[in-house]
Structures are given as C-alpha cells and as structure tokens.
C-alpha cells in the first residue's frame, strides 16, 4: 500500500511544481485540471483556475500554486471571472494519506475554527511546530492561512446564495470578528461584502435566498456543488436509496438525510443535475454549513478524478466494457465515522435489508428527533454511540455475539478509546478498529473506503463482489493477483464487480450493488 501512495501522491503532489505541463493545461482551459492547483498571474495579481476564459497570460508572468491560500498568502486575489475557488477539491486528499493530506480534510470540516490550530494539530497527532512546517512545505501555506482561505471561500456562498445580514455571515463563516472578516474579503477578492452580493444579484446567483425553515428554528441555503465529469449520479443514488434507513435517510429521485453536526442537527436534499448537485440545506445554526457541504461532498466522492480512473481501469480488457457502459463510477463516502462503524457491524453476515432494518430499530428507538425538518424529509438523527452502548441490548434482536459487539463498540466510540473522524491515518485505524472484537477485516476496510475513501482497498472477501469478478471471469483464487492492474484505484474497480454480480458482463449494467 506504501507504494501505491507513493505513486498516486506523486501523480498529483507533483502536478504544481511541474511548470510546463501545468502551462499547457492553462493553455487549453482544461477543466479536468480545476481544483488540482490555480494559477497565478503576476502583472495583475490575480489567481485563477486553469480553464479561466481570459487572456492566456505570458508563461514568464505566471506562477503556480497547489492551494488558493498559497496563492493568497503571497498577495494575490481570486478571480471574478472563473470564481477559482467554487470548483471540486483536489482528489490529491483522497488519495494521499499522509499528514498534509489529512490536515486539509479536518480543515474543510471547520476544524480550525472550532477547535483552533491546537486542536487540529491534536486530532492528528502532532506538534503545531511540526504540523506548520509539513503544511507550508507541502501546500504553500500553514493552517490559519489554509482555513482563513477556507472561511473566505464559506463567506463568499453565504454572502452570495443567501439574504443573511452582513455581520452573521462574518461569524457564521467562522470570522472572529466583523473587520477581520471585511478585510479578508477585500484582500481576497478586491470588493468588499455588500459588493459581492451587488454582483450576485446582478448575475441572478441570488435566486435562492436563506430564510426561515419550517419549522422557524433553522436556516435555508440552495448550493450548486460541482463535480468533474463524467459522473455516475444515478449509482451512487441508488447505492444510498438501497442502504438508507428509515427516519435518517429517504431516496427515490433525489436523497435526504439528517446530519448530526457540531452546533446542531441538520437535514440536507441533494438531486443530481448535468453539471452540478443541487444540495439544499436546513441548518440549525449556519456555523455549520461548511461542515455540512464537506461531508455531501465526500458523501457523493464529488471530488474524485473519473479520468484518471477510466484511463487507469480501462487497460484492462476483463473491466473494460463496465467502464465504458457506466463511466465516472463513484465510491460513496459517509457523513459520520461512528455511524459508518456501527451500521457496518449490523451489515456484517446479513443481507442489505436486514441491515437496514435493525439500523431503523435503533433510529426508531434511540434516535434524537430532527426539529427543522420539513414535510417528506427524514425527521431523526443516528443515535449517538452513548445512546447506543446504553441501550442497544434492549432494542437490538439477533444473535448475542453480534449485539455484544456492537456494544462494546459504541462503548469505546462514547469513551473515546476509539476515535473515527476524517483525519485519522488509515493503517492506525485499520489497526485500532480491528483490535476490538466483532470487526474483522472486512469491516475494517469497509470503513476505510467509505469514511477515509481510501482509492486502493478492494474487499476480496466480499461475496457479491466475488459473484461479479466470477462473471467478468477472474475465479476468487486469481482475484487479488489480477487486481494488481487497477491500482491505485481497486476500490472504483470494486464497485464495478459490485454492479456486475447482477447481471453478464455481456449485458447492460443493472443498478444492482451489495
């Protein structure tokens, strides 16, 4: 596995540094680049993002950056043109695990503004001395430059997309106070609040403006997140319609699911649309939106690279008619670690359904009911792992092993002995996960995928995924040897197999997965 980052890092980590091919990039306006670094203009000291409809400045007047805050931490501004921030992120986060990687997960989470540089740093199991040197060394900028361009970014939606006061924006957005916010917002995109939301409404950007939910407690807020095309939307929509549970989740034509989040609950609505998702979401308190839009995204792998899966998969003539049928699969991600943990121990040895039902027994019982839902959304949250550990063996039925096991996990989950957020490292995951008892390796790996979309874990063990390696052709004993060929990025190929237990690889791709 060590090797295989090695590779995919250098693929992606070397991308900024590499002048001339970043050059040609922005030459062409290839969008396929967007997210993955900006490009920086120094006669008009502005940043863009390499697909920018302007003028192609002159390759002796750029520079290029791997971050918008590096950009902004050595002078320059966004531009209005190309907006180089509201692009997808870097899929260089999912599929590195390395320290610089992991910082910027937890920093998109509002993690900086929350718990501080400390905290972040604590979280991954470093000094802040230590953390700021790999992040500048790495990203071009250390953490409060990283987070500060992250609240500029979170304050620039809100000023845009909702009628929120000026002054709830700065502290929604994370700011400390109103000048610190003005000022940023000046120095990063050369026009103050209210002209932002001038122009916005001018473009018409402002058509779906934050007001009161129903009930009056929360707060309404349209976004359009973009992806990298080609995009399976109809997979992962009906990855997460199969799995979701009664109460927290509801999918049909699109998906909605409560969310449990730092400052209260929250329900998001996401419907695909050809060049966008369109996630609506009602906040208990906006403080909150930045880390409702990270998890939607990682939820829906919004920021993956399908091309350089395809074109990686697509070498392989026993997977090669799957890619093509069904291009720019997607791994679905999830939205809360301990939740993931808990609903993959029910799904061990059972059926979809049946897992599916036990998980609505517990949401049934134990789950906290969600106040600002709407008609026809989800109305509770996961129960907490507290709730869980204290009552799972009165509300759980099946064998005493498994009920067992899902307590003394939730246990550990409540007491924190373990710890499953977004920026944990995967192998001392893995390692924590498996010493408790009741997760074996599949379950493990499982979560890995799904929580830290690790791009290179195939579950080989997996029988539905067994059934559809067995209909490419590849018998469970030649299995691993063969998924050699699609590292780094087995977890996309597993999802293939998945689709291909239901029918012949010879035939049209039924949405069908475990």
């Avoid at 870097?90 to 993690?111: F, K, Q, Y």
């Avoid at 999918?251 to 989040?261: A, H």
């Avoid at 307590?407 to 192998?427: C, I, N």
């Avoid at 539905?464 to 190929?493: E, F, K, M, N, Q």
Wanted: proline share 8%.
């Amino acid at each position: 596995m060590a090797r295989v980052t090695t590779e995919v890092r250098g693929a992606y980590a070397a991308l900024w540094r590499d002048t001339e091919r970043c050059y040609r990039a922005v030459r062409s306006r290839d969008a396929r680049f967007d997210g993955q670094f900006v490009v920086a203009v120094r006669t008009t000291r502005i940043y863009c993002r390499p697909s920018c409809p302007a003028m192609t400045p002159k390759p002796q007047n750029v520079e290029f950056f791997p971050t918008s805050a590096a950009a902004q931490s050595r002078g320059y501004r966004a531009c209005r043109r190309c907006l180089p921030d509201a692009v997808p992120g870097s899929p260089e986060w999912d599929v590195r695990a390395d320290l610089a990687a992991r910082a910027m997960r937890l920093i998109a989470e509002g993690t900086v503004e929350r718990e501080g540089v400390s905290g972040l740093a604590r979280r991954l199991g470093y000094s802040e001395r230590q953390l700021g040197r790999v992040l500048n060394s790495e990203l071009g900028a250390g953490p409060l430059a990283l987070a500060r361009a992250h609240r500029a970014h979170s304050a620039r939606v809100l000023i845009e997309m909702s009628d929120l006061p000026i002054t709830d924006v700065a502290f929604a957005s994370g700011f400390s106070s109103v000048r610190q916010f003005n000022d940023t917002i000046r120095e990063v995109f050369a026009a103050t609040p209210s002209q932002l939301r001038a122009a916005a409404a001018r473009r018409g950007r402002s058509g779906h403006p934050a007001g009161p939910a129903a009930p009056s407690t929360g707060v309404r807020l349209c976004l359009r997140l973009p992806f990298r095309a080609p995009f399976d939307a109809a997979g992962v929509l009906d990855f997460l319609s199969t799995r979701a549970v009664p109460g927290v989740e509801a999918g049909n034509d699109d998906y909605r699911r409560t969310l449990r989040l730092p400052h209260g609950p929250a329900v998001v609505r996401m419907t695909p649309r050809t060049t966008h998702v369109e996630c609506v979401v009602l906040l208990t308190d906006v403080r909150d939106l930045s880390a409702a839009v990270s998890r939607v995204r990682r939820l829906w792998d919004l920021d993956a690279d399908p091309l350089a899966v395809s074109d990686c998969l697509s070498d392989d003539p026993t997977i090669a008619s799957w890619v093509k049928a069904v291009p720019g699969i997607r791994v679905p991600g999830a939205v809360d670690g301990p939740e993931l943990v808990l609903r993959a121990i029910l799904g061990q040895q059972v059926s979809v359904a049946s897992a599916r039902a036990a998980a609505g027994r517990l949401v049934s019982e134990l789950g906290d009911p969600v106040a600002i839902a709407s008609d026809g959304d989800p109305t509770r949250l996961f129960p907490s792992p507290a709730t869980v550990a204290e009552h799972a063996e009165d509300v759980l039925t099946g064998p005493r092993h498994r009920i067992t096991a899902i307590h003394d996990v939730a246990a550990a989950l409540a007491s924190g002995t373990l710890d499953v957020h977004v920026g944990r490292d995967p192998e001392e995951l893995r390692r924590d996960l498996l010493s408790l008892p009741g997760i074996g390796p599949w379950t493990a790996d499982y979560v890995l995928m799904r929580l830290l979309h690790r791009t290179d874990l195939l579950l080989h063990t997996d029988r539905a995924l067994r059934r559809g390696a067995r209909a490419l052709g590849i018998g469970p004993a030649r299995l691993t040897d063969h998924a050699r060929r699609w590292r780094p990025w087995r977890s996309y190929a597993g999802m293939y197999l998945w689709r291909a237990s239901g029918t012949p690889p010879s035939g049209t791709p039924r949405k069908d997965t475990p």
